[in-house]
């Protein structure tokens, strides 16, 4: 190669990695259960019936140049003792956001812990696995779930439904960002539509945020099953995907309700790069 092509090469090179996104990662805590719970439905299997472990509930900010993502959005601010001492918007603040400043809320899954706060940013763009969403928006009661639960799950959702920037996704992987650097990953078993996080941070390294593939460390080395699971063998093909994933990657894996496993970010306002 004359040497003038492989310095423009180098420069090229050179641009490119000065104007690669800048990618960061926060937690933000959004509730949890204030004593340790029987963890026994969790396994269906059996294993942990006498078992009682504190579990917390986690929200995600991720900021890619200069737009941001909000993931999950916690336990909803309902006077419960699982409810979020500080609501989302107060937290954000801390670092001057607004609400309307969210690009794109993603959710792991359409169940309460995890889409308590969304009604709080009703201008992002909602993500949600399309099995999920069709979940939440199909017209009868589904088999077994009270139509009251049923109902109030679908207020959570209202500003999307018919209305309002909605994507839904399919297939293997989705690139939230378009450059490669946050992926929302299919891992369906738990709803059908579940899926979990990859953040992939230039200093940290690569981060697996695990939506409720798993819940806490004991479960997820035992590739256990929780009871209320909407599909048991899509939830095992789902662990084997996310723990090969985090071994090719070499990542860390950060399970969402594992107080265990808040320490494996700066607490917020700082930011993992
Ligand atoms: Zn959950």
């Known amino acids: ?16 990695a000065a104007q690669a996104a800048d990618v960061a990662l926060a937690r933000l805590d959004c509730g949890g259960p204030p004593e ?12 942990f019936d006498d078992t009682k472990l504190p579990l917390t509930y986690s929200c995600y900010l991720v900021r890619d140049g200069d737009r941001y993502l909000l993931w999950d959005t916690g336990n909803a ?20 956001l607004k ?6 809320v993603g959710i792991s899954h359409y169940h309460d812990d995890h889409t308590g706060q969304l009604a709080m940013v009703p201008d992002a763009t909602l993500l949600i696995g399309r099995a999920d969403w069709n979940a939440v928006t199909q017209a009868e009661t589904p088999a077994g779930m009270d139509p009251k639960a049923y109902a109030e799950r679908r207020a959570r959702f209202a500003p999307w439904i018919g209305r309002g920037k909605l994507q839904t996704v399919g297939g293997d992987r989705h690139d939230v960002f378009g450059d490669g650097r946050v992926l929302m990953l ?8 579940h899926r979990g996080l990859l ?3 230039e200093k940290t390294g690569n981060v697996l945020l695990s939506g409720d593939v798993t819940h806490f460390h004991e479960n997820y080395a035992s590739n256990g099953v929780p009871t209320w699971n909407t599909n048991r063998a899509d ?13 090719n990657l070499k990542a860390t894996v950060v399970i969402q309700h594992d107080p265990r496993d808040i320490g494996k970010l700066p607490a ?3 930011f993992a790069k």
């Open 235 to 247: 939830s095992l093909a789902s662990l084997d995907r996310f723990k090969k994933a985090a071994a």
């Open 199 to 201: 953040v992939k941070l």
């Open 99 to 104: 609400p309307g400043d969210i690009d794109v």
């Open 186 to 193: 299919d891992l369906p078993g738990h709803t059908p539509g």
């Open 1 to 16: 190669m004359p040497t003038r092509a492989l310095l423009a090469t180098a420069l090229l090179a050179a641009c490119g």
């Open 268 to 270: 917020f306002p700082d």
């Open 36 to 47: 340790p719970v029987s963890v026994a439905a969790f396994s269906d299997t059996f294993e």
């Open 77 to 96: 601010l309902d006077g419960s003792a699982a409810a979020p001492k500080v609501p989302l918007v107060q937290q954000l603040a801390r670092i001057g």
